[in-house]
């Protein structure tokens, strides 16, 4: 099977092609599946033929794209584990999906991690629409804006219209509110006639508490392991191998046949693999052989809060061979000096030398005492270059895990939120922004979820009052069940037009402009900076051959003095600016090593050197 999975193949659920469909299922816990079918002339019945292997086949010629369909389990329907389209929704029937699209990307290769500067968006609230086809008529900005690769939150078919999309259980099937396959396709499309990558979030740690009928079909849980969604995928036990096929295939199909350039690994701490060989290094195979035989470099992106270098680190060197991971530490040390907050797990952090320490080598805690955790926390990446770390200021889970879902912009003042932009964006690494962030959006991000069940419902509620027990925030959570919180969580991008809200936008352009063409900040090797904190003020000094880059941020709440680092300088960037609705500038437009310059509060400058 290996061997197999490392070439490529996807065949699990209905394949269309030259008129004819075939069907294949693992279900080892049923000794007959029927498929059962809405044609044209009526309900169609074929019984597929069992295998030793637990796998279920057939073909006929009567399933056209389009056509509904279900497995018969011992008289229960189910929609297919692997269906590419449940047209009305995840209760009901499957739908066979035409595997050609009319691509226009044939000669698109992909792009470097290294010029990766990621936008993350949710689908449903990113446009009024909330579809797909809303997010296309957004990408001109996108691009003008210089992102280089768009990441999408999960897709895959969820409970309802409304949901983060954690909660997926069709993991094949482009949610049908979205747009399904279809619109999942030209939107990648899209990208790509544009230069654009697509980064896809993928959740293979769980499966959504509705809907999730892979229970009837064979042994795809454990209960050997326990996460905080329950039974623990079965990704070492008996049957496992079949398990891993399952989830391999899904990401092939992502990669492959739509075409998505990047997968974000959802929380891969939870997923607990004590297989020699473990799953997120067949994962890593199989997708990283797939690109090399297409032509097209294609990354994995696990999401991690174990501070572990390994899940980045070449095979040969030990480690999993992933290619770059977010990195939370980044975020809290910036969050803490810019609001202040030491709850929860804040509470490590609050003092501005854990910032330059995030700069020179991506974890604050690489194997120091962690006070929230009460133990040690890390280990060193040490030998790693900053395109192997995901940073930012904001992003779904910092903004939406709060009680009321308050962006930076709700918390902050507008200086802090161009110094927030400053450091995230002249960082040595690969920086992530959250929808709406680059022009202060005021709607909150916040929770929600359109679970049919009652009991389901509750439950959430009672799950997001739990969750904020380490913090100091007294308010009711809003009720994710309800619309309203859905709707308050919708983008209004005509702010981008007004006052601050514009230059904060032409503030991130402009950033994103120089990160492009300034050779130093597009250097990403953690061996050519210096970042040192004094005081309030944080200084991030890099370079390249030919030239250097120096970043002077304050976070002081009054002016600060910074002393210029040897060599000429010219100032290119001064975020208290009038242009950036500053309230002007103070520091030299030339100095040189030895000189002073003076910082207003809350202010960052930006200097490269002078030949």
């Given at each position: 099977m290996r061997e197999t999975l490392i070439r490529g193949s996807r065949t699990l659920g209905a394949r269309y092609e030259d008129g004819r469909t075939s069907f294949k299922v693992w279900?080892?816990?049923?000794?007959?599946?029927?498929?059962?079918?809405?044609?044209?002339?009526?309900?169609?019945?074929?019984?597929?033929?069992?295998?030793?292997?637990?796998?279920?086949?057939?073909?006929?010629?009567?399933a056209s794209p389009g056509t509904r369909y279900t497995y018969h389990l011992d008289g229960e329907e189910r929609p297919d584990p692997a269906s590419r389209w449940q047209p009305e929704g995840i209760h009901g029937p499957s739908a066979v999906v035409d595997p050609h699209f009319d691509w226009s990307d044939h000669d698109w290769r992909g792009i470097d991690l290294s010029e990766y500067v990621i936008?993350?968006?949710?689908?449903?609230?990113?446009?009024?629409?909330?579809?797909?086809?809303?997010?296309?008529?957004?990408?001109?900005?996108?691009?003008?804006?210089?992102?280089?690769?768009?990441?999408?939150?999960?897709?895959?078919?969820?409970?309802?219209?409304?949901?983060?999309?954690?909660?997926?259980?069709?993991?094949?099937?482009?949610?049908?509110?979205?747009?399904?396959?279809?619109?999942?396709?030209?939107?990648?499309?899209?990208?790509?006639?544009?230069?654009?990558?697509?980064?896809?979030?993928?959740?293979?740690?769980?499966?959504?508490?509705?809907?999730?009928?892979?229970?009837?079909?064979?042994?795809?849980?454990?209960?050997?392991?326990?996460?905080?969604?329950?039974?623990?995928?079965?990704y070492d036990g008996p049957g496992s191998d079949n398990v891993r096929r399952f989830f391999i295939e899904n990401a092939l199909y992502w990669t492959i046949d739509c075409h998505v350039d990047a997968l974000r690994l959802d929380a891969v701490h939870a997923i607990i693999d004590y297989f020699a060989y473990t799953f997120l290094e067949e994962l890593g195979e199989a997708v990283h052989g797939a690109g090399e035989r297409l032509g097209r470099a294609i990354h994995l992106m696990p999401e991690t809060d174990l501070n572990d270098p390994r899940f980045v680190r070449p095979r040969r060197q030990g480690g999993y061979g992933l290619d770059a991971q977010w990195n939370d530490d980044f975020h809290h040390a910036l969050h803490s000096a810019l609001t202040g907050e030491r709850d929860g797990y804040y509470s490590d952090f609050?003092?501005?030398?854990?910032?330059?320490?995030?700069?020179?080598?991506?974890?604050?805690?690489?194997?120091?005492?962690?006070?929230?955790?009460?133990?040690?926390?890390?280990?060193?990446?040490?030998?790693?270059?900053?395109?192997?770390?995901?940073?930012?200021?904001?992003?779904?889970?910092?903004?939406?895990?709060?009680?009321?879902?308050?962006?930076?912009?709700?918390?902050?003042?507008?200086?802090?939120?161009?110094?927030?932009?400053?450091?995230?964006?002249?960082?040595?690494?690969i920086p992530l922004l959250f929808m709406g962030e680059e022009y202060g959006e005021t709607a909150p991000f916040q929770y929600f979820v359109d679970h049919e069940e009652t009991d389901l419902r509750d439950a959430v509620r009672s799950g997001r009052r739990a969750e904020f027990a380490s913090f100091a925030w007294n308010e009711e959570p809003p009720d994710p069940a309800a619309p309203e919180t859905f709707e308050r969580s919708r983008l209004n991008h005509s702010l981008r037009e007004r006052g601050p809200h514009r230059a904060l936008v032409n503030l991130y352009r402009e950033l994103l402009r120089l990160r492009r063409e300034t050779p130093a900040l597009a250097n990403l090797k953690l061996s050519c900076l210096e970042a040192e904190a004094l005081g309030e003020l944080l200084t991030l000094r890099r370079w390249v051959d030919g030239g250097q880059a120096?970043?002077?941020?304050?976070?002081?709440?009054?002016?600060?003095?910074?002393?210029?680092?040897?060599?000429?300088?010219?100032?290119?960037?001064?975020?208290?600016?009038?242009?950036?609705?500053?309230?002007?500038?103070?520091?030299?437009?030339?100095?040189?090593?030895?000189?002073?310059?003076?910082?207003?509060?809350?202010?960052?400058?930006?200097?490269?050197?002078?030949?």
């Open positions: 279900a080892p816990l049923q000794e007959m599946v029927k498929v059962c079918m809405e044609t044209e002339a009526g309900v169609r019945e074929i019984w597929l033929e069992p295998g030793g292997d637990g796998y279920h086949r057939g073909d006929t010629t009567s936008y993350e968006l949710h689908v449903g609230t990113f446009s009024q629409e909330g579809t797909f086809d809303g997010v296309i008529s957004y990408l001109d900005y996108l691009d003008e804006l210089g992102v280089t690769a768009i990441e999408l939150m999960p897709v895959a078919q969820f409970p309802g219209a409304r949901n983060w999309g954690y909660d997926g259980v069709g993991l094949y099937a482009a949610q049908n509110t979205y747009g399904g396959p279809d619109g999942l396709r030209r939107l990648v499309d899209e990208c790509h006639r544009r230069g654009l990558a697509v980064v896809l979030d993928v959740v293979y740690n769980h499966l959504g508490p509705e809907g999730n009928y892979l229970r009837d079909f064979g042994p795809y849980f454990t209960d050997r392991y326990h996460t905080p969604w329950g039974d623990a995928v079965n609050g003092r501005l030398e854990q910032m330059a320490t995030a700069m020179r080598r991506g974890y604050v805690l690489a194997g120091e005492y962690s006070g929230y955790r009460q133990r040690r926390h890390g280990s060193s990446p040490d030998g790693l270059d900053g395109e192997k770390f995901i940073v930012c200021a904001q992003n779904h889970d910092q903004v939406g895990n709060r009680m009321l879902g308050e962006r930076l912009s709700a918390l902050i003042s507008f200086e802090s939120q161009k110094l927030a932009a400053g450091v995230t964006l002249l960082s040595p690494f120096l970043a002077i941020f304050n976070f002081a709440e009054g002016e600060a003095v910074a002393d210029m680092a040897a060599g000429r300088w010219r100032k290119v960037l001064d975020s208290a600016d009038g242009e950036w609705e500053g309230a002007g500038a103070t520091a030299a437009d030339e100095a040189a090593g030895g000189d002073t310059v003076r910082l207003p509060a809350r202010s960052f400058a930006l200097y490269t050197s002078v030949a």
